[in-house]
């Protein structure tokens, strides 16, 4: 994100927050979201509702600014088919930009892998982003600060001071980073902190037609999102690792990697 996309983000809050339009010359938008606790954004992915049809992928890539064609993205989405004899093949072609067009599971080098029906124990699809992690690694080695976290939980980039040297890349353990194909920068899902941040919902939460993802405010009890995630049995990837992420999942198999 821009600097001065932050800062136009900082003006919105500003003036919902009721300070002078003055105050901008000397408040610093860190401190400006630091005053705002009253925010922890967080995600719900409903894999029961996940069809695999991409829509979200797509959506992301064109608000972001992220090429289609490239082999990056910010979200993508996972195939899982769990065999009867125990076996797990798992697919993501393109990421699912195109969704999933061909029952063979794409197992790349080795080529098409069909699976017969009668031989299926289970077959679901998982989205995935960026966590933003309550304690991030990212944040942790990046050496000049270019990555940080905001007060309501966001895990942004500046590309202003990013200096590309790919450590938050190694050290991101869910590996949903990696250098914008333009911008040359360290990249990632921000929640599309330009729209949650003007009451919009990100790309892929406004684009996916099952309501398979939504965003909410953790801090606000009446948020339905807030609501499921507090009272409901949830699942995060790797809770092992400590990162405390914020993307919460129903229906959480096992065997998610
Ligand atoms: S998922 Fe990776 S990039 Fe996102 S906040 Fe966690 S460590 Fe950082
Ligand atoms: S748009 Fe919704 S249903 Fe389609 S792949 Fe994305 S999360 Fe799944």
Known sequence: MKRRDFLKNSLVFISGAGVSMS?????DPKAVLASRPEVRWAFLVDTHKCVGCGFCVKACKIENDIPLQANVTRTWVERYVIK?????VMDSPKGALNGFTSNKIDQNKSGMLEVADEEIAQAFFVPKLCNQCENPPCVQVCPVGATYQAADGVVLVDRKWC????????????GVRFFHPKE???EKCNFCYHRITQGKKTACVQACPFSARKIGNLRDPKDPVAQVILNQRVGVLRDEYGTKPHVFYIGLNKEVR
Do not use: T
């Open 184 to 186: 040359k920068v360290a």
């Open 84 to 88: 009867k004899d125990g076996d797990v």
């Open 163 to 174: 200096i590309g040297c790919g450590y938050c890349i190694m050290g991101c353990p869910y």
């Open 23 to 27: 105050a901008l010359e000397w408040l």
